[in-house]
């Protein structure tokens, strides 16, 4: 038997960290999918920041499983300090404890994100009853926002994928970078669309999502009386956010066997 097949391996995501109890199931389910298609013998996840598992917990619930390799996953969309932070964290654990671990890319610069959000504007499209083909939608893409210049262009070559699918395509950021909600709802609008379609570019249903981008948007069209827009739902749960892990943990793990 090769070693692809008798290699027992671990599977360990890492996410920033939020106390929302959806993002912990949503990562819970993803991990779950990751370990039934992949093949591993234990899949979990842990938190870089905000409340446990930790790093350094996440690798020793690994190790318990007497595992022969543990591959991680740093589950961010953008590089930057965070991703660093993880990776470093990551490497100097594995080191401490002397196990035998491989570290994947994160999820950007994958034509799978683009797939994920093209989906989520079709099914906003379907239950919304919306009949207009794409090349009549207008589209803006709201991402978190970061002061680091990695992060934003990783986000705009994923903007930039979907611009010939769509009318038009605008983004925008939370916090921390420009152009703000508000100036991406009044740049949109200035076009005269028919419709508006707008795609929350964050993985899970954290604080941001249920609260902060509501409020935002709220606040933005309180100036406008176009009122023909519909939300689309975040990343979430998706197969193809599983395939995108599996594809980037046999990315490291084939140099390793």
Same mark, same amino acid.
Do not use: W
């Given at each position: 038997?090769?070693?692809?097949?008798?290699?027992?391996?671990?599977?360990?995501?890492?996410d920033r960290?939020?106390?929302?109890?959806?993002?912990?199931?949503?990562?819970?389910?993803?991990?779950?999918?990751?370990?039934?298609?992949?093949?591993?013998?234990?899949?979990?996840?842990?938190?870089?920041?905000?409340?446990?598992?930790?790093?350094?917990?996440g690798i020793?619930?690994?190790?318990?499983?007497?595992?022969?390799?543990?591959?991680?996953?740093?589950?961010?969309?953008?590089?930057?300090?965070?991703?660093?932070?993880?990776?470093?964290?990551?490497?100097?654990?594995?080191?401490?404890?002397?196990?035998?671990?491989?570290?994947?890319?994160?999820?950007?610069?994958?034509?799978?994100?683009?797939?994920?959000?093209?989906?989520?504007?079709?099914?906003?499209?379907?239950?919304?009853d919306i009949?207009?083909?794409?090349?009549?939608?207008?589209?803006?893409?709201?991402?978190?926002?970061?002061?680091?210049?990695?992060?934003?262009?990783?986000?705009?070559?994923?903007?930039?994928?979907?611009?010939?699918?769509?009318?038009?395509? @605008?983004?925008?950021?939370? $916090?921390?970078?420009?152009?703000? =909600?508000?100036?991406?709802? +009044?740049?949109?609008? &200035? /076009?005269?669309?028919?419709?508006?379609?707008?795609?929350?570019?964050?993985?899970?249903?954290?604080?941001?999502?249920?609260?902060?981008?509501?409020?935002?948007?709220?606040?933005?069209?309180?100036?406008?009386?176009?009122?023909?827009?519909?939300?689309?739902? @975040?990343?979430?749960?998706? $197969?193809?956010?599983?395939?995108? =892990?599996?594809?980037?943990? +046999?990315?490291?793990? &084939? /140099?390793?066997?």
């Amino acid at each position: 038997m090769s070693g692809e097949f008798s290699m027992r391996k671990a599977l360990l995501i890492i996410d920033r960290g939020s106390k929302e109890l959806e993002v912990q199931d949503e990562l819970f389910k993803i991990s779950y999918r990751a370990k039934q298609k992949g093949g591993y013998i234990y899949s979990n996840f842990c938190f870089l920041e905000v409340i446990p598992p930790y790093i350094d917990e996440g690798i020793i619930n690994c190790m318990k499983e007497n595992v022969d390799l543990i591959t991680v996953m740093p589950y961010f969309l953008y590089p930057g300090m965070k991703l660093k932070n993880a990776v470093q964290k990551t490497a100097a654990i594995s080191k401490e404890k002397g196990v035998k671990l491989v570290i994947t890319k994160p999820l950007c610069y994958s034509e799978v994100l683009t797939f994920v959000i093209r989906d989520r504007l079709n099914q906003v499209k379907f239950v919304n009853d919306i009949q207009l083909n794409d090349k009549e939608c207008d589209v803006l893409v709201i991402g978190h926002g970061s002061s680091d210049r990695r992060a934003t262009e990783a986000f705009i070559f994923t903007i930039n994928a979907i611009k010939q699918s769509y009318r038009n395509v @605008h983004y925008c950021f939370l $916090e921390l970078a420009q152009p703000s =909600i508000n100036e991406g709802i +009044n740049s949109i609008i &200035k /076009k005269n669309p028919r419709i508006v379609l707008i795609m929350p570019y964050f993985l899970h249903k954290g604080i941001h999502i249920k609260y902060d981008v509501i409020k935002e948007l709220k606040n933005a069209l309180k100036s406008h009386s176009f009122s023909n827009i519909f939300i689309a739902d @975040h990343i979430g749960v998706d $197969e193809k956010m599983v395939n995108l =892990i599996l594809q980037r943990a +046999n990315e490291v793990e &084939k /140099k390793i066997v």
